[in-house]
């Protein structure tokens, strides 16, 4: 641990369910207005990192930039996570080797239609999208090692 670094949290609740509403385009008043609300005290620290910790913040991130200024970079954990994944299939020689398209399937516990609306602007979704109902499922242990 560097002793030098200060770290800050910011909840960011309204974020969620503008993204799944599909205000994410830059021009939009009401997502620039609440990012600036939830931000500036950010901006006015002087971070120069900022870590995007959730999926859904990487989709305005581009007002999340604006709002931050150009001395600031943002980590989008996704991806990150998504390279170190990648980089230690590698290593270990775990990487599916076939060319072969898989098939997708989305499940959702939600609205169809929003997620299929919503998932369009930035997946190519390319299979059916199905609602479950999540209460229908036991609970799930699950450990990394």
Same mark, same amino acid.
């Given at each position: *641990?560097?002793? #030098?670094?200060?770290?800050?949290?910011?909840?960011?609740?309204? @974020?969620?369910? $503008?993204?799944?509403?599909?205000? !994410? &385009?830059?021009?939009?008043?009401?997502?620039?207005?609440?990012?600036?609300?939830?931000?500036?005290?950010?901006?006015?620290?002087?971070?120069?990192?900022? !870590? $995007?910790?959730?999926?859904?913040?990487?989709?305005? #991130?581009?007002?999340?930039?604006?709002?931050?200024?150009?001395?600031?970079?943002? !980590?989008?954990?996704? &991806?990150?996570?998504?390279? *170190?994944?990648? /980089? !230690?299939?590698?290593?270990?020689?775990?990487?599916?080797?076939? #060319?072969?398209?898989? +098939? &997708?399937?989305?499940?959702? #516990?939600?609205?169809?239609?929003? @997620?299929?609306?919503?998932?369009?602007?930035?997946?190519?979704?390319?299979?059916?999208? +199905?609602?479950?109902?999540? /209460?229908?499922?036991?609970?799930?242990?699950?450990?990394?090692?």
């Amino acid at each position: *641990w560097e002793p #030098s670094v200060e770290i800050y949290t910011q909840d960011c609740p309204l @974020f969620v369910p $503008l993204v799944e509403n599909g205000f !994410i &385009r830059r021009d939009e008043t009401v997502t620039h207005l609440i990012a600036e609300k939830y931000l500036s005290s950010l901006r006015d620290k002087g971070v120069d990192t900022l !870590i $995007l910790g959730c999926t859904h913040y990487p989709l305005i #991130s581009h007002i999340i930039a604006d709002i931050m200024g150009e001395g600031v970079s943002l !980590i989008d954990t996704g &991806r990150e996570a998504a390279l *170190w994944a990648s /980089e !230690i299939l590698t290593k270990k020689h775990l990487l599916n080797s076939q #060319s072969a398209q898989g +098939r &997708r399937e989305f499940f959702v #516990s939600d609205e169809v239609d929003s @997620f299929s609306a919503i998932g369009a602007m930035f997946l190519d979704l390319g299979g059916p999208v +199905r609602h479950i109902d999540i /209460e229908q499922y036991p609970p799930v242990s699950v450990a990394c090692l």
